[in-house]
C-alpha cells in the first residue's frame, strides 16, 4: 500500500505544465495595383524600419516531484510519468508594432449583411455611452467611449424646398457592430460642417454658405461605405404621426470630436506615437483616377497613386481602391505644430513595402556595377514600356528607342533590364532592355 501510494503521488505531482502561448500579429501586404509614371524625378528619402526585437521566455527547471521520479529505481515505477513540455517563445512587440496597433481604432474588415441587434437594446447602448461621455467631460476622469460607424448616404436640407436656398448637409451612417455581422438599426446622422471639419474644405473669403455646403456634398458623395469613428451626442425624436405613433430615433454623432481625440493621442500629447516611418492602417473614404482620400491616426489627408505601391502599376486608383478599405501605410514625412495644432503629413505605401522587406529599396542599388535583372512587359505606352522586374518586385521604366533590337515589345514578353537610374521618390528604376 505505501509503494502504490507513493506512485501515485509522484505521477499528481509530475503532471504537464499546460503551453501557454501568444500568437504573433501579422501585417497584411499592401494592395498589389500600381501607376504609369512618364518621369523619372525626385529625391524624397525613405526611412526604414529597425527589425523587431524578440524575447524568449525560457523553461524553468525540473520539480521536486519530477527529480524525485529521476531519482527512484526503474521497478518501482509503475507507469513512466508524461514529460513535461517547454513553452514556445513568446514574442514581444516592438515600439513601431505597438504604435501600428494603436492606429487600428477602427478594427478588423467587416461584413456588413443585416441588422442582428434589437433597436431598444442598441438605444439602451447608446444612451450609456453618452451618459459615459457627460460624466467623463464633466469630471475629467475616465477615458472617451467611441462607436465605428458606416455612411450610407447624405441629403440636402432646404428652407421651404426652395431649390437656390440650401441649408445645411447631412450625412447618415449606420452603427457597424462589434461583431462585424451587421448593420445596427438606429440611423446616425452627421452635420456636414462636422463630417469634414478635417477634410481640407477650405474656405474663400468670396464664397456663400451654400457654395460651401454645395462643396461638402460633393465630398460626401464620394464616400459611401467608407468607415470612420464617431461618438453619439444626443438622441433625437421624430415627431409623432397623426395616430400619435413615434418612429424610431435619430442618433446625432460627431465625427470630429472623435478625431480630435486620436489626434490628441498620436500628434498633440506629451509623449506622440506618431512619428516618421511609423506605420498603421489608413481607411479610404474616397477615391478617384489620381488617388485615394484617407482617414489615419485621426486626420483625413490624401496619398497619391505613385504612393499607394511600387510592385504594380496603378493608371487609375478607384478601380482597385474603394471606400472602406483599409490599407497598411508608413509615415513618410511629418511636421507638427502643437501651438496652432496643424499637422502636416506625408503617407506612403510604397515605404510600408520596403519596410516589410516586398520588394527591393532602390535607394540600394549600385548604379556603377551597372545591374541587370530580368523583368516582363506589364504596360505598352506610346512612348514607353513599363516593367516589373522579376526578382526586385518594382515597377521599371524603358523608353521605347532604349529597346534593342528595335522591335516593337509585347505585354508579358520578358526582357533583360539594364538599369541606369533610379527614382527614390516613387522606388522605381528606368533603364536600357534587350529582349530575351
Given at each position: 500500500m505505501e509503494k502504490k501510494a507513493k506512485t501515485k503521488e509522484a505521477e499528481v505531482q509530475a503532471m504537464p505544465v499546460e503551453n501557454n502561448e501568444d500568437m504573433p500579429m501579422s501585417a497584411e501586404a499592401a494592395a498589389e495595383v500600381a501607376e504609369v509614371e512618364t518621369a523619372a524625378e525626385g529625391t524624397d528619402a525613405v526611412n526604414e524600419e529597425e527589425p523587431v526585437q524578440e524575447s524568449a521566455d525560457m523553461a524553468g527547471d525540473m520539480t521536486d516531484a519530477e527529480q524525485e521520479e529521476e531519482a527512484a529505481p526503474a521497478e518501482e515505477a509503475a507507469a513512466p510519468a508524461p514529460q513535461r513540455r517547454q513553452r514556445r517563445p513568446r514574442q514581444r512587440m516592438s515600439q513601431d508594432e505597438m504604435v501600428s496597433e494603436s492606429a487600428n481604432y477602427m478594427g478588423d474588415y467587416y461584413h456588413v449583411v443585416k441588422a442582428d441587434v434589437a433597436y431598444k437594446e442598441e438605444l439602451d447602448r447608446i444612451k450609456a455611452i453618452i451618459a459615459h461621455n457627460r460624466e467623463v467631460s464633466r469630471t475629467g476622469e475616465g477615458e472617451y467611449q467611441f462607436m465605428v460607424a458606416m455612411m450610407t448616404a447624405n441629403d440636402e436640407v432646404r428652407e421651404n424646398n426652395d431649390p437656390n436656398n440650401l441649408r445645411a448637409v447631412r450625412v447618415y451612417a449606420v452603427q457597424v457592430l462589434p461583431?462585424?455581422?451587421?448593420?445596427?438599426?438606429?440611423?446616425?446622422?452627421?452635420?456636414?460642417?462636422?463630417?469634414?471639419?478635417?477634410?481640407?474644405?477650405?474656405?474663400?473669403?468670396?464664397?456663400?454658405?451654400?457654395?460651401?455646403?454645395?462643396?461638402?456634398?460633393?465630398?460626401?458623395?464620394?464616400?459611401?461605405?467608407?468607415?470612420?469613428?464617431?461618438?453619439?451626442?444626443?438622441?433625437?425624436?421624430?415627431?409623432?404621426?397623426?395616430?400619435?405613433?413615434?418612429?424610431?430615433?435619430?442618433?446625432?454623432?460627431?465625427?470630429?470630436?472623435?478625431?480630435?481625440?486620436?489626434?490628441d493621442r498620436f500628434f498633440f500629447g506629451d509623449e506622440p506615437?506618431?512619428?516618421?516611418?511609423?506605420?498603421?492602417?489608413?481607411?479610404?473614404?474616397?477615391?478617384?483616377?489620381?488617388?485615394?482620400?484617407?482617414?489615419?491616426?485621426?486626420?483625413?489627408?490624401?496619398?497619391?497613386?505613385?504612393?499607394?505601391?511600387?510592385?504594380?502599376?496603378?493608371?487609375?486608383?478607384?478601380?482597385?481602391?474603394?471606400?472602406?478599405?483599409?490599407?497598411?501605410?508608413a509615415i513618410r514625412e511629418l511636421e507638427v505644430d502643437k501651438e496652432n495644432r496643424t499637422i502636416k503629413i506625408r503617407l506612403s505605401g510604397v515605404l510600408r513595402e520596403i519596410q516589410l522587406g516586398l520588394v527591393k529599396n532602390v535607394r540600394d542599388i549600385d548604379l556603377t556595377t551597372k545591374p541587370h535583372e530580368v523583368a516582363q512587359v506589364v504596360v505598352v505606352t506610346?512612348?514607353?514600356?513599363?516593367?516589373?522586374?522579376?526578382?526586385?518586385?518594382?515597377?521599371?521604366?524603358?523608353?521605347?528607342?532604349?529597346?534593342?533590337?528595335?522591335?516593337?515589345?509585347?505585354?508579358?514578353?520578358?526582357?533583360?533590364?539594364?538599369?541606369?537610374?533610379?527614382?527614390?521618390?516613387?522606388n522605381r528604376v528606368i533603364g536600357n532592355c534587350f529582349k530575351i
Open positions: 461583431n462585424g455581422r451587421g448593420f445596427g438599426t438606429l440611423r446616425l446622422v452627421f452635420t456636414g460642417e462636422d463630417f469634414t471639419a478635417y477634410s481640407n474644405i477650405v474656405r474663400d473669403e468670396d464664397e456663400s454658405d451654400s457654395e460651401i455646403l454645395r462643396r461638402q456634398r460633393r465630398y460626401t458623395n464620394h464616400a459611401p461605405m467608407s468607415k470612420f469613428q464617431c461618438v453619439p451626442v444626443e438622441i433625437s425624436y421624430p415627431d409623432p404621426d397623426e395616430n400619435g405613433n413615434v418612429g424610431l430615433p435619430s442618433v446625432i454623432c460627431s465625427r470630429a470630436f472623435a478625431m480630435e481625440k486620436q489626434q506615437l506618431a512619428k516618421v516611418g511609423a506605420h498603421g492602417p489608413a481607411y479610404i473614404m474616397s477615391a478617384d483616377s489620381n488617388g485615394v482620400r484617407v482617414e489615419f491616426m485621426g486626420i483625413e489627408t490624401r496619398i497619391t497613386r505613385g504612393q499607394l505601391t511600387s510592385r504594380h502599376l496603378v493608371t487609375d486608383a478607384s478601380e482597385s481602391y474603394k471606400p472602406g478599405m483599409a490599407i497598411d501605410v506610346e512612348r514607353h514600356y513599363i516593367v516589373r522586374l522579376l526578382s526586385w518586385g518594382i515597377i521599371g521604366i524603358i523608353a521605347k528607342e532604349n529597346v534593342n533590337p528595335k522591335v516593337p515589345l509585347s505585354v508579358r514578353d520578358n526582357v533583360w533590364m539594364e538599369i541606369t537610374g533610379v527614382n527614390e521618390k516613387y
